[in-house]
């Protein structure tokens, strides 16, 4: 698992910095939170594939957050991606990929679908589960919570203890069944151990401060909006957007392992000030920089 | 009067080259011709103003040269412009702009206007006129030709040899009306030498090489179309494009005072095998490059 910041400025670029998107590596797919203007670019500087890109999330329709997407779907069709694409985003988003499918001559050379994020959106399979968070900014917006999901470690010693020997037994035992060896029934408790650690990653996109956000955030790599600092707490209240002290304060409180500062201001440059006042309170903080790549904690 | 490569590559971007787009500085104006994905981050990357862009020509509608549009409005409208913004392209310019002016949440703060460019079309101030030259792509587009206009040289020597005195009588001669010396009538004629020199900036679009860029190129900065080299001739024509070579021809055949090549195709980084087979036939070639800046020669 990957992250790569994509874009990490605040509704207008800067020379350092691009609109937001992160992209999420992860096995052999790539998830794209968020696509403002610049991202197809973004994608080929950091050498991520964009025909990996396989789903596609819009927390919100301000244009900074989505303005990547008519270019990503043209250029994907331009080098004759025939794999469906899904996009989420809020209500709207049928009518949005409509308008946005409308721009220009061309033909797009693969199937799109979209989905709705609301409240209770939840994404599952095999391997994580991404649920949408009703965030607190001037338009609908939802953040976005990543978690793998890990089975319980085999515990091989105590296996060949009970007498199983490698092999189909130990795939039925992993997966919940029962196996009977000489007589005896072996439980799946018998043989498994604590449940192995998972990536949780934690996307506030923009927002004031809000519970939703600190009640998921524990053991979590946190992103948070960190538009302003302290000293300009007013315009990020005046804005619907938080200030670097607020993510701070969500990461110390809501148990986050790591926090990254994003959506910044372009008044700030390498962002020091961001930092330092963030780290007085949650000392595992990084203000995202553009085509920065992270591993997650674990 | 200064032009600046904003964007240089041909349909994908690649880390070297942005989409589409020519700003053109001339007195305290900004045009820009094209605005591709990623024109609002280069025209602050290069320390342009977006507030001082008072009119853009789309040359056509593939996405690579419009859809920096609707980021840098919303930028414009974060800002707060005021001014009214003119924007000029071929049939369908209103649609276009109504479906860009559909995206997202966000008020536009100005008054934009559109206005379709034909085979006819002419804009002309007291400065220069810039006019549509129809071209051979795939879809309608438009060349461009800016020309800036200039009066004659004002001979003083022979004004003061022929009695008259500086003043208002000047400017009338300049205008083009004669004057009463001690009951003897001066003309225009007797007191204007030659034209003076304007600039003139020949920009091609997208387009297989054609006869209308040709004759309009005597003495001009011509930007061409140069997505291939010779060796890729044949995708050239089936993509209604330019190679290098092309370019040249046209330079050397149209009386070019220089030539840059432009809309380069990503498989090409700097583009020496470009450089160098269009040198061949035209030496004041030079591949343009993103940001570079450049003072067309008079």
């Known amino acids: 698992m990957e992250l790569i910041f994509l874009g990490t400025t605040a509704a207008v670029p800067s020379s350092e910095r691009g609109h937001s998107s992160i992209a999420l590596k992860y ?21 991520t594939s964009y ?14 957050h ?10 994907m069709s331009f080098a004759g991606r025939s794999e469906e694409l899904m996009v989420y985003g809020p209500k709207g988003i049928k009518n949005l ?15 799109l679908r979209t989905k709705r994020i609301t409240g209770n959106f939840i994404l599952k399979d095999e391997k994580c589960t991404i649920r949408g968070i009703k965030v607190n900014h001037s338009i609908p ?7 793998e999901i890990k089975g319980r470690e085999f515990l091989i010693d105590k296996a060949l203890e009970l007498g199983i020997k490698p092999g189909p037994a130990y795939s039925r035992l992993q997966r919940g069944g029962r196996v009977k060896i000489d007589e ?14 998972g990536y949780k990653v934690l996307y506030s996109s923009d927002t004031r401060p809000i519970d939703g956000i ?19 707490a007013k315009n990020a209240r005046e804005t619907y957007h938080s200030t670097c002290i607020d993510a701070a304060e969500i990461a110390k409180k809501g148990g986050a392992k790591e926090l990254f500062l994003t959506h910044i201001s372009p ?11 963030a780290r007085s309170i949650f000392p595992r903080t990084t203000v995202a920089r553009d085509l920065m790549r992270v591993k997650p904690i674990l």
């Open 141 to 147: 917006t939802y953040g976005l919570l990543f978690e």
């Open 97 to 111: 990929i409509g308008n946005v499918l409308d721009l220009g001559e061309y033909e797009l050379s693969f199937d």
């Open 214 to 232: 600190l009640s998921s955030c524990d053991g979590s790599t946190l992103i948070h909006d960190a538009t302003f600092d302290e000293s300009l």
């Open 267 to 277: 008044r700030y440059k390498k962002g020091e000030v961001l930092l330092n006042q």
């Open 51 to 64: 025909m990996k890109v396989k789903k596609i999330f819009i927390t919100h329709y301000h244009g900074d």
């Open 184 to 197: 005896h029934w072996v439980d799946p408790e018998d043989v498994l151990g604590e449940i192995k650690k």
């Open 66 to 75: 989505f303005l990547g997407l008519p270019g990503l779907f043209q250029t």
């Open 27 to 47: 096995h052999d797919e790539v998830l794209l939170w968020d696509c403002g203007e610049g991202t197809q670019r973004q994608l080929i500087r950091s050498k």
